[in-house]
C-alpha cells in the first residue's frame, strides 16, 4: 500500500511540474535568420541549420533517368534559387507556426509544369523525394503530395 501511495505521489508531483507543451498553444511568428518574420510572397534563400562556410543553397538538378531538373538538392558551391512562402488563397500576410503553405522557387526550367514543391517518389532509387513541376513531369512515378 505504501509503495502505491509513494508512486501516486510521484505520478502527481511530476504532472504538476513538468512543462509539456499544449496543442493548444497559441501560434507563433516564424523568422527568418536575421530574426525578422517571414512575410508572404517575398523571397528567402534556404540554408542549412549550421552556419558553415562550405554549405550552399537549395537547387534543381536531374536524379535517376530524368531529362529535367525537378529534384530539390543542396549545392554547397552555389548560393542556390530564392523560394517564396505563400499562403494558399491569401495575398498578403505573416506566416505563423502550423500555417499551410505553398513553398516554390522564384524560376523554373522551361521542362517543369510549375515550380511549386512536391513530394515524389524517385522510379529508380524507390526514394521519397522533393520536387517540383505536376503530375505530367514523372511519367508513371508516384507523387505522395502536391505541397
Given at each position: 500500500?505504501?509503495?502505491?501511495?509513494?508512486?501516486?505521489?510521484?505520478?502527481?508531483?511530476?504532472?504538476?511540474?513538468?512543462?509539456?507543451?499544449?496543442?493548444?498553444?497559441?501560434?507563433?511568428?516564424?523568422?527568418?535568420?536575421?530574426?525578422?518574420?517571414?512575410?508572404?510572397?517575398?523571397?528567402?534563400?534556404?540554408?542549412?541549420a549550421?552556419?558553415?562556410?562550405?554549405?550552399?543553397?537549395?537547387?534543381?538538378?536531374?536524379?535517376?533517368?530524368?531529362?529535367?531538373?525537378?529534384?530539390?538538392?543542396?549545392?554547397?558551391?552555389?548560393?542556390?534559387?530564392?523560394?517564396?512562402?505563400?499562403?494558399?488563397?491569401?495575398?498578403?500576410?505573416?506566416?505563423?507556426?502550423?500555417?499551410?503553405l505553398?513553398?516554390?522557387?522564384?524560376?523554373?526550367?522551361?521542362?517543369?509544369?510549375?515550380?511549386?514543391?512536391?513530394?515524389?517518389?524517385?522510379?529508380?532509387?524507390?526514394?521519397?523525394?522533393v520536387?517540383?513541376?505536376?503530375?505530367?513531369?514523372?511519367?508513371?512515378?508516384?507523387?505522395?503530395?502536391?505541397?
Open positions: 500500500m505504501n509503495s502505491l501511495f509513494s508512486l501516486t505521489l510521484s505520478f502527481l508531483l511530476f504532472t504538476f511540474i513538468t512543462n509539456i507543451p499544449s496543442n493548444n498553444a497559441a501560434p507563433s511568428q516564424v523568422i527568418d535568420t536575421n530574426g525578422k518574420p517571414l512575410i508572404h510572397g517575398n523571397q528567402y534563400f534556404i540554408f542549412p549550421t552556419h558553415n562556410p562550405s554549405t550552399g543553397g537549395l537547387t534543381l538538378n536531374e536524379i535517376s533517368d530524368s531529362e529535367c531538373p525537378l529534384t530539390v538538392l543542396q549545392n554547397n558551391a552555389i548560393l542556390g534559387i530564392p523560394v517564396k512562402f505563400t499562403i494558399p488563397e491569401s495575398t498578403t500576410g505573416n506566416i505563423l507556426t502550423g500555417t499551410d505553398d513553398i516554390e522557387f522564384t524560376e523554373k526550367p522551361n521542362c517543369a509544369a510549375s515550380s511549386k514543391w512536391l513530394l515524389f517518389v524517385d522510379n529508380t532509387t524507390q526514394l521519397n523525394c520536387g517540383i513541376g505536376g503530375p505530367g513531369n514523372y511519367h508513371g512515378g508516384e507523387i505522395i503530395n502536391m505541397l
